[in-house]
């Protein structure tokens, strides 16, 4: 599988963005796919991960972005959207998607494909 990421961009706070990233490979539905981030000086972290769709595509999410960010995929087109609002500074890093060969993942050593990343930065 194969990923790109795209969509980031410098945003006022409180603006939206929406992050699209579109996938290769014909069984793209069977893979869990995952939003992650990474600010300067920080660990990557997870900021939204749908299962598969044999498990019902439910989403999870961080909770720093709950009520703000919406993840979905759309297995038809290949790609997985992100879409986020009320951004504040604080989401400012690169995002990166992500899929896993496993039903659900969570933390990034669970994930086997990346792609790369895309800047995101909310000014105040």
């Known amino acids: 599988v194969q990923l790109q990421a795209s969509g980031g961009g410098l945003v006022q706070a409180g603006g939206s963005l929406r992050l699209s990233c579109a996938a290769s490979?014909?069984?793209?539905?069977?893979?869990?796919v995952g939003w992650f981030r990474q600010a300067p000086g920080k660990e990557r972290e997870i900021v939204a991960a749908i299962s598969n769709s044999r498990s019902g595509g439910s989403i999870l999410y961080a909770d720093s972005v709950k009520g703000r960010f919406t993840a979905s995929r759309d297995n038809a087109k290949n790609t997985v959207y992100l879409q986020m609002s009320s951004l504040k500074p604080e989401d400012t890093a690169v995002y990166y998607c992500?899929?896993?060969?496993?039903?659900?993942?969570?933390?990034?050593?669970?994930?086997?494909?990346w792609g790369q990343g895309t800047q995101v930065t909310v000014s105040s």
């Open positions: 490979g014909r069984t793209f539905s069977s893979y869990a």
């Open positions: 992500a899929a896993s060969r496993l039903r659900l993942g969570v933390g990034q050593n669970e994930y086997h494909y």
